[in-house]
Nanobody, 127 residues
Framework: QVQLVESGGGLVQAGGSLRLSCAASGRTFGTWLMGWFRQAPGKEREFVAAIRWSGGNVYYADSVKGRFTISRDDAMNTVYLQMNSLKPEDTAVYYC????????????????????WGQGTQVTVSS
């Protein structure tokens, strides 16, 4: 059974940084796609970033390009989201997700692509 456990959320002032972690377990993720999504109150869940476990191809939403960095640690089976220059509009619950057998890079941006989800971690950015 695949399990994804997020951590690292919290309260930070605008301009600050946070690093989210997603610990993955339950299988080998060699060819899987790992993603981060977020959902703010009253809004739909939106794509933030994704990374292919094998090869390391990365994908970002335009709203976070240049500020957020997604990475992985093979030994720890963990995916990270380094968030810098945070803005109040980044406030949301952040979810880690995992997808298997994803062929096309365009699929990385769609929540329906992902098979497994974590429970989410709250990120609050104060102005």
């Amino acid at each position: 059974q695949v399990q994804l456990v997020e951590s690292g959320g919290g309260l930070v002032q605008a301009g600050g940084s946070l690093r989210l972690s997603c610990a993955a377990s339950g299988r080998t993720f060699g060819t899987w796609l790992m993603g981060w999504f977020r959902q703010a109150p009253g809004k739909e869940r939106e794509f933030v970033a994704a990374i292919r476990w094998s090869g390391g191809n990365v994908y970002y939403a335009d709203s976070v390009k240049g500020r957020f960095t997604i990475s992985r640690d093979d030994a720890m089976n963990t995916v990270y989201l380094q968030m810098n220059s945070l803005k109040p509009e980044d406030t949301a619950v952040y979810y880690c997700a995992a997808a298997r057998g994803v062929k096309y890079s365009t699929s990385a941006y769609l929540s329906d692509t992902y098979d497994y989800w974590g429970q989410g971690t709250q990120v609050t950015v104060s102005s």
